[in-house]
């Protein structure tokens, strides 16, 4: 397990590296990662490589037992190569070219850049392929953050063309699959179309109305670019596997997606690697995207910049630092959540540049201070903990399906003002969680069979192997959950001339009648029947009608001019069960139709009663089950366990019932059966 800092020893003198390094020891970590800005000090001029630079850092840190991640610097293409070679700069969907002097300022297809590229990543692999304490690489940076994945330039424009006939074949066949005849957008050949000048990419202002442009086509744009982020990104690999078997992979963005599908990018890395940022004040830190990136690479991942405090901040506020307490129980959590390497972003604070006075561990004057001890603690807690950590793993019986081309296709026509896809799937996944059960976040390409419990938020779009593989999957004894909005269009981004859920009325049992979205004013209360009783609670965001047709209602409307009308369904199929949830739900009510789904398929929850505030991640250790409890909460808060536990920290055995201190966390051992 690794645990450390980034750092930039390109900003430094000598004497400021000697002191950093030394707190470095102190600090107990053994990882380091750097580079990743600094093209203009591995290669000065074209063509003249400068490692002497950070050579003496990396072997000074490995005398201390410390590891290095060397990066790629391709995030930041220096003066001289702008200079010479204008036409590699980012044309953003303004058409305005992204200058000189900020970062990330290329087009991830213009082939000199790409050639560019290439070589820096081969002299860097090449360079360190043998250093002992060069332990992996990552590619760049953040590909596509700061609105630089969706390129318009007219190496973009040309390749895209190129990209559409290759899998239309004909203009004909597009302008039939995109229903280019609406507002007579009929092309006669591939060479008039434009790239869609509006763009999904978060913090980028829409240059025309956002519906103007033929949804299909920009759903294909969607796909081209990150298709091509991707492609970038292996021909850098390919460049670094020449030289090294060494681990090589790229700091994704999570689930603050960048509109890149991970699940695609990162099956030719090594390793699931991406940067987390949450606040550590007073709330819980979401382990969402700790379940997304374990659905994405199957085994533990990295996190290659994690946060590390407060004070001044790049985007335009400042940050809260974290609460005492919060920093180490942030690190020891993604640990706990599967990750195997975590790195702090970032040592010490910045004296100029863009990040002035920005957060890090230890602030500019060079001083330890609460933020080091607990990253200092915290390692401390990673020695002990790793070799359970390492020999345990996650058995999660439910899966939350995330699919990117349904968050595309629900940006480029959002259904509702307050629906967002990436939360709604946090909301499910969340409310699972809090209900004791594991969850892994998982793509539809993924083997459904190992899970008892699958539940799809949203899936707006769906291929035919989608639909085959979720009805395989109930036929054979899966318990599903669908919400609203399922297989409304195919995978062109076209409504289908059908009864909605297309292609699946048989699997769920129903029809959907009508639909709209939910605005505070048309609100209404949902019924739901469980069996024991009635539950009441409000709706959200989207509405449907379901006409049973063999299913059973369970959830009705219960006022409103609706009222009696079903909402919620539940259907056998096989020898599974398929629920169909028509709503959004309140978190009551939610929580209620999760508990059925999770009872039909004989679910095994956390054997106590977690506190609000408190979350429980559940691994395997052997057959014996471990159980990582962490109190977000800013009080001590009490947990009745109900049973005797070995606490693997202290390793002695705790009693039924333990108060853990605020954010505090626990590791319990199940006691072995013998
Ligand atoms: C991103 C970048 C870092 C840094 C942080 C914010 O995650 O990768 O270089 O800019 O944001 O401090
Ligand atoms: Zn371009």
Request: with cysteine.
């Amino acid at each position: 397990m690794f645990y450390g800092v980034s750092y930039y020893p390109e900003h430094k003198a000598q004497a400021e590296i000697e002191h950093d390094l030394a707190l470095m020891k102190e600090l107990g970590i053994n990882i380091v990662r750097m580079g990743e800005f600094a093209w203009c000090k591995f290669e000065p001029r074209e063509g003249e490589y400068d490692f002497t630079w950070l050579d003496p850092v990396i072997a000074q840190l490995g005398a201390n037992g410390i590891q290095t991640i060397v990066c790629t610097p391709t995030a930041c293409p220096p003066a001289w190569l702008v200079e010479k070679h204008p036409e590699i700069l980012y044309v953003d969907n303004r058409g305005v070219a992204r200058p000189f002097g900020g970062r990330r300022h290329y087009c991830y297809n213009n082939p000199v850049y790409r050639e560019y590229s290439h070589k820096i990543a081969a002299a860097i692999a090449a360079h360190y392929a043998d250093n002992p304490y060069v332990f992996a690489f990552q590619i760049d940076n953040e590909l596509a953050q700061e609105g630089t994945g969706r390129c318009r330039c007219p190496v973009c424009r040309e390749k895209f063309q190129k990209w559409l006939q290759a899998k239309y074949g004909t203009i004909a066949e597009l302008n039939r699959r995109m229903g280019t005849i609406f507002w007579g957008q009929t092309y006669d050949h591939f060479g008039q179309i434009n790239l869609p000048v509006n763009t999904i990419e978060p913090n980028t202002a829409q240059a025309i109305p956002a519906y103007f442009e033929n949804p299909s086509l920009r759903l294909d744009f969607e796909r081209f670019c990150s298709e091509s982020n991707i492609e970038y990104q292996n021909s850098q690999r390919d460049a670094i596997k020449a030289y090294t078997d060494k681990p090589v992979t790229t700091n994704a963005t999570g689930l603050a997606t960048n509109s890149i599908d991970y699940f695609k990018a990162f099956q030719g890395l090594d390793v699931y690697a991406f940067d987390y940022y949450p606040s550590l004040r007073d709330g819980a830190i979401s382990s969402f995207p700790y379940a997304h990136a374990r659905g994405v690479c199957r085994k533990g991942f990295w996190l290659l910049e994690f946060v590390s405090g407060g004070g001044h901040g790049l985007w335009g506020s400042g940050r809260l630092q974290p609460y005492p307490g919060a920093l180490r129980q942030a690190a020891i959590h993604a640990f706990a959540a599967g990750a195997d390497l975590v790195a702090h972003f970032q040592f010490r604070t910045f004296p100029f540049g863009a990040e002035q006075l920005n957060y890090a561990i230890v602030d500019i004057d060079g001083i330890p201070r609460r933020r080091f001890y607990e990253v200092q603690a915290a390692a401390r807690d990673l020695k002990k903990l790793s070799p359970i950590l390492k020999n345990s793993h996650f058995v999660n019986e439910v899966a939350v399906c995330f699919d990117y081309e349904s968050l595309w296709a629900l940006k480029i026509k959002p259904i509702a003002r307050d629906f967002n896809y990436v939360d709604f799937c946090g909301e499910i996944y969340h409310r699972l969680v809090r209900l004791g059960v594991g969850v892994d976040v998982i793509s539809f390409g993924r083997d459904l069979e190992q899970y008892k419990v699958v539940i799809v938020p949203a899936p707006m779009v769906m291929s035919d192997d989608a639909k085959r593989r979720l009805k395989h999957y109930v036929y054979s004894g899966g318990v599903l959950l669908s919400t609203f909005l399922a297989g409304v269009k195919d995978p062109d981004n076209l409504g289908i001339a059908e009864s909605l859920p297309c292609g699946l009325t048989d699997l769920f049992g129903i029809r959907v009648g009508e639909v709209e979205p939910v605005v505070e004013r048309t609100a209404a209360t949902i019924a739901l029947d469980t069996g024991a009783g009635t539950v009441r609670g409000g709706n959200k965001y989207w509405a449907e009608t379901l006409e049973p047709n063999g299913a059973e209602l369970i959830g009705t409307y219960a006022d409103t001019f609706r009222e009696g009308l079903g909402v919620i369904s539940r259907n056998s199929y096989g020898s599974g069960t398929a629920y169909y949830l028509g709503t959004g739900l309140a978190p009551e009510l939610l929580a209620e139709l999760l508990k059925l789904a999770l009872q039909d398929g004989s679910v095994s929850r956390v054997p106590f009663a977690v506190p609000e505030g408190v979350e429980v991640l559940a691994r395997k250790y052997d057959q014996r089950n471990l159980y990582c409890v962490f109190n977000f909460r800013t009080e001590s808060t009490a947990v009745e366990l109900g049973q005797n536990f070995f606490d693997v920290l202290q390793g002695s055995p705790v009693g039924e019932r333990v108060v853990l201190p605020p954010k505090g966390y626990l590791f319990l051992l199940e006691e072995a059966q013998n």
